[in-house]
């Protein structure tokens, strides 16, 4: 009788070298994550021209806004349940096809409400790509790439704010502001197709779910070729020590009992500000007396920027901590209060806001990675999501309560830097966390909780 071999599958793609497989998922990865910056992005950069169609008040259309929100809060659960229960590519597709449809509807809305409708079922199949995005990245890419696949992986979502903005300026004056929404949808659909046909299922996903499947088996070869692989292979994966529980109590214990108050607080705010920017820049720009070309670049050019800037703050972070996050907050902060200054050249006005709305994106970015920095690996997952909670609720209110701030006829400078208090909050709560990482958790994972978790033991996936 032939020996059972047992191959680790985690372990396997964890040691392999970065080649032709990994890229390839890291790039389809990349284009979901881009069509989905381009197609949640399309009513913020066609923001202004949206109003003048409607002839409606900004309260109106901070409605638009928060239910797109709402809608992405409740899809990052579905689809969070989807992804283990369907996998990942049926995630996927369904994802893209649940935001590609109602978004070529938006095209068509005659009304403020219809759009709010229609953006609220966009929502839910937005929420959805971003972590099955990172599932595929994470389970696919060898260890010492992960995090660097990961990071730019998610920049795909950037660029396609950065796309959007070019499309706003140079195709809405031309085919109106239908087209921020029909051409964000055409390319979610040829991305559909696309997967379809090329898009494989996660490894780790069918080592546990279909151990004994020829696809896994065929998948493993490709990577491994030089494993011998017969009837009587087995593929195991290491089994995860999990929460016992879903409450909130094991981040509250330890030196958690300080820093998930902080983290949270910190999630809160940011979001406040980070989404009254980024939901409407464009037409703060154009209130500044921009024309409607130099506010939808202004808001490209601060989308392009921001990649390079995400990047220096996640080396800044690795080198010096959470003072970092607060810094690029400050510097956000300081420029969306210099656009209150009156007199400004159309030239300085763009070039605040470019400052200002890169450095607000990779603070966005820059709390996801935080968060990992404080919880160990047994609670890590419940920490971001209790962590990412806070900041979906802000992510509802800012836009809605941003809208009324603007209908309000409060004297500009006034009305920035309200704008900008959350986030100068947000800074303090980083320099706070950091003192907590210099002091208490400088010697890394094992020193951040009081009991280590359990180690992890390696048995055949069934």
């Not at 330890?254 to 949270?264: A, K």
């Not at 990047?311 to 907050?329: E, R, Y």
């Not at 400078?413 to 800074?427: W, Y």
Request: with cysteine; net charge positive; aromatic share 12%.
């Amino acid at each position: 009788m032939a020996q059972a071999i047992s191959v680790d599958v985690a372990e396997l793609v964890e040691s392999r070298k970065l080649g032709k497989v990994q890229i390839g998922i890291w790039l389809l990865a990349f284009l979901m994550v881009f069509a989905d910056g381009f197609d949640f992005s399309g009513p913020l950069a066609g923001a202004p021209a949206i109003l003048r169609a409607f002839q409606a008040p900004k309260t109106e259309l901070g409605w638009v806004f928060s239910l797109g929100n709402f809608g992405a809060l409740l899809g990052a659960y579905l689809f969070g349940y989807v992804n283990d229960r369907f996998g990942r590519r049926t995630a996927a597709l369904s994802a893209i096809l649940c935001y590609t449809l109602p978004a070529l509807a938006s095209g068509f809305a005659g009304s403020l409400t219809q759009l709010g409708i229609y953006r609220f079922v966009v929502g839910l199949g937005v929420g959805g790509i971003m972590p099955t995005a990172i599932a595929y990245l994470v389970e696919i890419a060898p260890k010492r790439f992960r995090v660097t696949m990961v990071m730019c992986g998610v920049l795909g979502f950037t660029t396609g704010i950065a796309v959007i903005g070019q499309v706003a300026a140079w195709l809405i004056p031309i085919w109106g502001w239908r087209v921020v929404f029909f051409l964000p949808a055409c390319v979610g659909l040829a991305l559909c197709v696309l997967l379809y046909f090329v898009l494989p299922e996660s490894l780790r996903y069918l080592t546990v779910h279909k151990p004994q499947s020829d696809e896994l088996r065929r998948r493993v070869k490709r990577i491994a070729p030089e494993i011998e692989i017969g009837p009587a292979t087995r593929f195991t994966m290491p089994v995860q020590p999990q929460a016992k529980t879903i409450s909130p109590k094991p981040l509250f214990q330890g030196n958690q009992r300080i820093v998930t108050p902080l983290l949270w607080s910190g999630y809160f705010f940011e979001a406040l500000t980070f989404m009254a920017l980024s939901n409407w820049f464009a037409v703060l720009m154009e209130t500044l007396k921009l024309t409607p070309l130099q506010a939808s670049l202004t808001y490209s050019y601060g989308a392009t920027l921001a990649i390079p800037v995400v990047i220096a703050l996640a080396w800044c972070f690795d080198k010096l901590g959470p003072i970092t996050v607060a810094g690029a907050i400050l510097i956000s902060s300081a420029s969306l209060i210099m656009l209150g200054i009156s007199g400004l050249s159309p030239s300085l006005l763009m070039l605040f806001g470019i400052v200002c709305f890169s450095f607000a994106l990779s603070v966005q970015g820059s709390f996801n990675g935080m968060v990992g920095v404080f919880y160990p690996t047994h609670i890590r997952g419940q920490g971001i999501g209790y962590a990412g909670a806070m900041g979906r609720i802000a992510q509802i209110i800012g836009p809605l309560a941003t809208g009324y701030l603007l209908s309000a006829a409060l004297p500009l400078q006034l009305a920035l830097a309200i704008v900008a208090t959350p986030f100068i909050i947000a800074a303090g709560i980083c320099i706070g966390l950091d003192i907590v990482h210099k002091r208490r958790f400088a010697g890394g994972e094992a020193a951040a909780s009081a009991a280590a978790p359990p180690k992890q033991r390696t048995v055949a996936a069934e």
